[in-house]
DNA sequence: TTATTATATTGCAATATTACGATAAAAGAA
DNA sequence: TTCTTTTATCGTAATATTGCAATATAATAA
């Protein structure tokens, strides 16, 4: 069908995936890394930088901003987007506590 | 065009992405917290504890497995599923490495 | 042998994602 | 005002994902 069925899992595990789905797509791991890069704002280069055409980087941009891991600031003509450090650092206990569910187990 | 352009993209980005879009469906991050939970071997019950239909649970099953992340040995007419530890260690670092990217971050 | 049980695969419909050309919108420059 | 620059949105085509009924496969039980 195409559907997820988000309502038969929990608020947790949903939320996880639905992190994970924006990772889940290698321009968006590379929009990320180039942020932190930079260590300061970016604007539009990341079209150049990417390489892929301006409306798909921003499809990937709204993704992120979405789920609140960017946040961009209006620079005069141009966007200045910017890491959203807050809620990358939730992000990151949410998913730290999935990823390290493996550390109590005996499992063969 | 739905084609992801993988080549534009760094081997650790897409690794990355790979991992990512595994756990980007909640089943998935539930039949893990299961087999987590269940901290021993677990074989067809994830059909009722998860409640989508047998193809689907299975179709999960082997998302999970193509990307080494669980494994299944048969035991008798049925097959047990267990996490693969070693793998989902390496995993761990892969994508932890990611994530703590921001620590050396000063951005706005 | 013929059930029975457990899992996988096939085929398909519904929906989602990705990518981009065309265009719109918003702000500053001339 | 008009032009230019930058980013967003719309529309659409191609592909991917999700879910399940039907069926196939594999192993054991009777």
Redesign the pocket.
Known sequence: ?????SEIFTEQQNQIANIA?VF??P?RVAILQYLFKINSCI???L?DEIG????????????L?NIGLIK?N?E?????YCINNDNWTTMKSIINEFLNQDINNNCC
Chains 1, 2 share one sequence.
């Open positions: 069908m195409g559907l997820t069925k789905k889940g797509h321009a604007c539009g280069d079209v892929l055409a301006q409306p798909t980087i921003s499809q990937h941009l709204r993704a901003k961009g209006i005069g003509t141009s966007i200045c």
